[in-house]
């Protein structure tokens, strides 16, 4: 599985108030291409604009209206491979095939794509290069918030030009489900289900209709062949604003797993610690990848209620345990290293952390914890420091 | 036949109409059907057993109904079995019931099960043996195209693909993949992996099964496909089953004596593989030499009903297909099965209470055949189907999948044999057994005793134990009389007629009572709902001797087990598991495993017991001081038992009992009581359980939680205990009388409360015991060293003495026992401690 970031998508060229229907294809890209190299995190389209291109250039399969690219080659830019020219595709997304089968085949079916999965899994990363692919723009996004108001999916007005001329095509300002409706692209909703519920429903007019009614000016934008939405939420959340049946049944649902193997998860945490902790100024720590790895097996195994060598069940605790809590654990146990310890990462210096993690409802958890403890951890061979430094803490 | 070339053109080549199969194949099936139609041969010809000829007639029975097995089992050894599943959609079972509807012989020309079952005989021992008799392809109906799925079922762990014969029920035992695996050539995978697939059983689907039949020449998918398997033949040879070899010499003279009879009107449906050695021109005599001096073992056989779940490959022994509802459906639509398929879904999942409409339905519909094209496939697949069930129907979340999975794509579809059907071996084997064990069936009720130390009442028990298991309640465990011993056994016998039917039914599980009930014992496991159900199952396993039953049992019991979340269900467990232990030990079992899942379940009790303790209203603190006192006992007898990894089960038990006594949420009951455990076990000192009971009663305790807690201290019993322990009764009175006289009024109801309980006799005998005062030299203090805490050190010599005339009677001593006396005396009052 590729490393999950989560990306605070800096759009630098949204606020614009050109007419929503007048679509000129390249504007959008203009703002991305200025930022260039000084961008932090360049977008995917660009970070991978050779790989898009080659691909674009030898698929010779059918593409659906407005796609830059056929479903096939879709699939071969996430899940990488290699061209008949020669071309090597670095994989974006290391997972299940099936999973990224579904997704693009849903795009292009023009029902809206809904991916689903704990914090960590690589929704926004796996959305942000669907869009980059299918559509060649992955800014047109929407982030959700709780204070994510109706303007943000349908459109606000310039208020200036509204006192100034009226009510007309200029004093209105395009939301990016606008724009990517009237130009035939791939809009982008972030934490769907943070949004207020009442927010929600707008989308579904949006997706069923295919087409956003302006009252105001007694007109509607219609969406153009080509359109569609992608949408990520965490499943953890589902209490949050879940979504009605109205709005799922527009959507088809993508679950992303959590890492597959323990190898792939030890690799994704060990790079993330340590780019986490060069960006902290943090002292390199020798050695620690054999914590690193107990960690992410305590993580897994809790997560899945079985013990590695799939022998014995456990109960499961009520946090996620995602891939990136483990990091966090690693990264703070670091810290404790390097600055109270000995500059190498023990027992001792993450068994806080992972209690911190997994005992998240004090009743419930404590039990479960304290189980794995005594009928797991005890036993297991090597891991008689953990033993003891869990129960200290756990006391 | 005339007819053929009218109907289709062309017959392919001369000779008879040989048409390969994958067995199991919905699409095999059709096209097998299509091309008899076309062809009306006036005799066809399958791939099986021939001893199952005269079997054939019953398929045509009103009770018949697929999925059913031929079963074919050695006469003196019911256990030696092999069996030959057919599903509805198998294209054997088509070309059989096309053969009876149309009139026209069908026969079986494979090698004789006499043979096949005498190879199994032969290599009793190597698992790879065992696999002779699937030789055939029914079982094998593994996809692979040839009969002889033999190369996928091999890549499996043992149990299952093996085609019929041997992961049958009744098969020996466990059977692990063959140790050559990896050098026996799948042809399948190779054909599908020059067509660029990874996956050999959606190459078949792709180009085999989902074409349709119907338009165009009923013979061409077998024409090309003989093409493809004789070039791979060629290459590979036998693919590394000698045994083919055998096989195929003995269907090439059954086809050219069928010829000779019928003429060229001769149809032949068997696995693919095969065609190309069919197919081929041989020596008469060569046949004949290769067959000759064959190994036989009398052969009986029979047809029995047979599930979809053992047709899957999830059921352990089964035919080796993933998706028998899948073929099935995709067998029975007669057309535009994906809708059909995805509208059965949705009213699956309507039956759940899951909101699926119809709108549901196109969109995975659409859904379906979209990945189907981006993946390049003619139709979708079950793979589409379910991707596009996923993403659309269920959320993305694989759980009602699973539910989906379990009821349509397996299924739930059982077989019916009609009455007719001879007996099966089971029958047979506990024949036997009844005559060996000399244990005959009357109608009349009787008791039977049984010493199981001995080898016949042994054998006779765990004959019982297992005939219950299956369902066949011919004994009833009855309490024994006089006796408590865990070696006696009394059953109450009575041979009702109806369990001759129970038995034919629960041949369905294995040809020997033992391989059945084994097999039964583990879906009984794996299906079991409570915690307790799988530790009872486990008792009987110990009961019945299923020692191969056990692993499973112990698996799910441990599963189970963790996550089970109710400590009371823990607790009610574990005394069944230690009673299991102890029986284990009396009847010579290994009871390591037991030892070990018992060892963790009181891990997990010592774990959860707190907090589970907590904010309890009386009835289930009541219950819980139940659980306390029946894990006390469990975890004494435990700890006896050496276990690596567990360390001092009871002084952790202790350290528990020790949490429970000191905290304030607890019941008092549950309290009380944890205090009397440690007191009794010497971890907690007088000073300190008076303390205790000092705290639990003073008058900042509610009065109904201070008379719970005297009622847990004291234990239920009527109170004879505090009668007869000086030590107890000590500690109560000594709390009492230090009581202040203000305070006293208080506690006076909570007392009352307890003791008004009390039987009077008791209430009297307590009364003059507190008036004499504690014994002169007896007293609490001096209970140390000998005897139990709480009683005299001594022995009373006056009371002892009294009962010597009884006992010189019973040993015969003679009232005047002369110079012994003393001596008698003395040792008789040691046995008296």
């Given at each position: ?82 061209l008949p020219d020669g071309t090597v595709i670095t994989p974006k997304y290391v997972g299940p095939r099936r999973i990224v089968e579904v997704a693009v085949t849903t795009l292009a079916t023009d029902r809206a ?283 | ?833």
């Amino acid at each position: 599985m590729s490393v999950p970031v989560e990306p605070t998508p800096v759009e630098p060229s949204q606020h614009r108030s050109a007419p929503a229907n007048t679509g000129a294809g390249e504007k959008g890209r203009a703002g991305a291409a200025q930022a260039g190299p000084e961008a932090l995190r360049p977008h995917a389209e660009d970070a991978f604009a050779a790989e898009l291109a080659a691909l674009a250039a030898q698929d010779d399969r059918p593409r659906p209206a407005r796609w830059k690219l056929s479903p096939w080659a879709v699939a071969t830019y996430l899940l990488g491979g290699t061209l008949p020219d020669g071309t090597v595709i670095t994989p974006k997304y290391v997972g299940p095939r099936r999973i990224v089968e579904v997704a693009v085949t849903t795009l292009a079916t023009d029902r809206a794509l809904l991916l689903l999965g704990v914090p960590g899994t690589a929704k926004t990363w796996v959305s942000e290069h669907l869009a980059a692919a299918v559509s060649g723009d992955s800014t047109l996004l929407v982030q959700g918030t709780a204070g994510t108001p109706e303007e943000a999916i349908r459109y606000g007005w310039n208020y200036a030009q509204l006192l100034a001329h009226g009510p007309s095509r200029d004093a209105l300002v395009p939301s990016p489900v606008m724009r990517a409706m009237a130009e035939g692209m791939t809009a982008r909703v972030e934490e769907l289900t943070r949004i207020p519920a009442d927010v929600q429903d707008t989308l579904i007019t949006i997706l069923s209709e295919k087409t956003l009614p302006i009252p105001e000016l007694g007109a509607e934008v219609q969406a153009v062949r080509g359109f569609n939405l992608i949408a990520t939420a965490n499943d953890r959340d589902r209490g949050v604003n879940d979504l009605s049946s109205a709005l799922r049944r527009r959507f088809n649902t993508v679950v992303l797993p959590l890492p597959e193997s323990p190898e792939a998860e030890v690799d994704i945490v060990s790079r993330r610690v340590d780019q986490i902790g060069r960006s902290l100024d943090l002292p390199a720590v020798p050695d620690g990848v054999d914590e690193i790895r107990r960690v992410v097996t305590v993580f897994r195994e809790l997560r899945d209620g079985v013990t590695t060598d799939r022998r014995t069940k456990l109960k499961s605790p009520s946090g996620t345990l995602s891939t990136a809590e483990a990091i966090s654990v690693v990264t703070g146990g670091l810290a404790l290293a390097a600055h109270f310890g000995d500059g190498v990462l023990r027992a001792g210096d993450v068994a806080a952390g992972i209690l911190g993690a997994v005992v998240r409802d004090p009743a419930a958890d404590r039990v479960v914890w304290q189980e794995y403890l005594e009928t797991v951890v005890r036993e297991r061979d090597g891991w008689k420091d953990f033993y003891r430094a869990c129960r200290e803490v756990s006391a | 036949m005339a007819g053929a070339e009218g109907t289709a053109g062309h017959r392919p080549g001369a000779g008879p109409l040989l048409l390969g199969v994958r067995h199991h194949g919905p699409g095999s099936a059709r096209a097998v059907r299509a091309a008899l139609d076309a062809a009306r041969p006036r005799v066809v010809l399958i791939e099986g057993p021939p001893e199952a000829d005269a079997l054939i007639p019953l398929a045509a029975e009103e009770g018949m109904r697929p999925p059913v097995a031929l079963l074919a089992h050695a006469v003196d050894e019911p256990g030696r079995s092999a069996f030959w599943p057919l599903a509805g959609f198998s294209p054997e079972w088509v070309a059989i019931r096309w053969a009876l509807r149309h009139d026209v012989p069908a026969r079986f020309i494979d090698l004789p099960a006499t043979h096949t079952l005498a190879w199994q005989r032969e290599d009793t021992g190597t698992p790879e043996g065992k696999r002779a008799p699937q030789t055939d392809g029914a079982p094998d109906g593994e996809g692979a195209p040839g009969g002889d799925g033999a190369p996928s079922g091999e890549v499996r762990p043992g149990g299952d693909g093996a085609p019929g014969g041997d992961g049958a029920p009744g098969g020996e035992g466990a059977e692990d993949a063959p140790a050559d695996a990896g050098v026996r050539v799948d042809p399948l995978a190779a054909l599908a992996g020059a067509a660029g697939y990874d996956d050999p059983e959606r190459w078949w689907e792709d180009v085999v099964e989902h074409r349709g039949v119907g338009e165009g020449d009923p013979y061409a998918p077998f024409l090309v496909l003989e093409e493809a398997m004789a070039a791979l033949r060629e290459v590979h040879g036998s693919g590394g089953h000698d045994r083919d070899l055998v096989r195929e010499a003995y269907m090439r003279l059954q086809v050219r004596a069928a010829t000779r009879e019928f003429g060229e009107d001769v149809a032949v449906v068997c696995g693919a593989w095969h065609v190309p050695a069919l197919r081929r021109k041989t020596a008469v005599g060569a046949d004949r030499a290769l067959l000759k001096g064959l190994p036989k073992v009398k052969t009986d056989m029979t047809w029995v009903p047979w599930t979809h779940r053992r047709l899957a490959r999830a059921g352990g022994y089964g035919a080796g297909i993933d998706s028998p509802g899948w073929y099935a459906h995709l067998f029975a639509a007669p057309d535009r099965p994906v809708e059909r398929w995805l509208t059965k879904v949705a009213g699956l999942l309507r039956e759940e209470d899951r909101i699926v409409s119809s709108a549901h339905v196109i969109e995975a519909v659409r859904l379906a055949e979209t990945l189907a094209a981006m993946r390049g496939r003619p139709l979708p697949g079950l793979s589409e189907t379910t991707d596009a069930v996923r993403a659309v129907m269920c959320d993305g979340s694989d759980v009602p999948l699973a539910l989906v999975r379990d009821r349509l794509v397996v299924g739930d579809v059982l077989g019916e044999v009609p009455e007719s059907a001879p007996a099966v071996p089971l029958q047979r084997d506990l024949a036997g057994l009844q005559r060996r064990l000399r244990l005959r069936p009357e109608a009349a009720e009787r008791e039977l005793e049984l010493d199981l130390r001995g080898g016949t009442d042994a054998g006779r028990s765990r004959l019982l134990h297992r005939l219950r298991l299956l369902g066949v309640g011919w004994g009833e465990p009855a309490a024994s009389r006089g006796s408590t011993g865990t070696f006696r056994e009394t059953w109450r016998l009575r041979w009702e007629p109806e369990l001759s039917v129970r038995v034919a039914e629960a041949g369905v599980w294995g040809t020997t009572v033992l391989a059945a009930a084994t097999a039964k014992a583990e879906a009984d496991a794996v299906g079991a709902g409570a915690l307790a159900e799988v530790t009872r199952l486990a008792e009987q396993c110990l009961l019945a001797g299923l020692a191969d039953a056990l692993p499973v049992v112990m698996r799910v019991l441990a599963d189970r087990a963790a996550l089970d979340a109710d400590v009371g269900h823990l607790a009610q467990a574990l005394p069944a598991l230690v009673r299991s232990l102890r029986y284990g030990d009396v009847r010579g079992t290994d009871t390591a495993a037991l030892a070990e899942v018992a060892a963790g379940l009181a891990e997990r009790i010592f774990v959860a017991l707190p907090p589970a303790c907590a904010v309890l209203d009386a009835d289930a603190a009541e219950e819980m001081r139940r659980h306390v006192n029946a894990v006390h006992t469990a975890v004494g007898l435990l700890g006896d038992t050496p276990m690596a990894g567990h360390g001092d089960l009871r002084a952790r038990w202790h350290g528990v009992l020790g949490v429970l006594s000191g905290r304030d949420t607890i019941p008092g009951v549950v309290r009380g009581r944890a205090v009397r455990l440690l007191l009794d076990d010497g971890e907690v000192e007088q000073e300190k359980a008076a303390r205790l009971m000092g705290l639990a009663l003073s008058p900042g305790t509610a009065p109904a939680d201070a008379a719970a807690w005297i009622e847990g201290f004291v234990g239920g019993g009527g109170g004879m205990l505090l009668v007869h322990d000086e030590r107890l009764l000590a500690l109560v009175d000594d709390w009492l009388t230090g009581v202040p006289a203000q305070a006293f009024t208080d506690v006076l109801p909570l007392l009352r409360r307890t003791f008004s309980a009390y039987e009077p006799g008791v209430r009297r005998s307590l009364g003059e015991l507190v008036r004499r005062g504690p014994r002169p030299g007896g007293g609490p203090a001096g209970a140390t060293a000998a005897g139990p805490p709480g009683f005299g050190a001594d022995l009373d010599r006056e009371r002892a003495d009294a009962v010597l005339p009884v006992l010189r009677l019973l040993l015969g001593l003679g009232p005047d026992g002369a110079g012994a006396q003393d001596a008698s005396g003395g040792e008789l009052a040691g046995a008296a401690r």
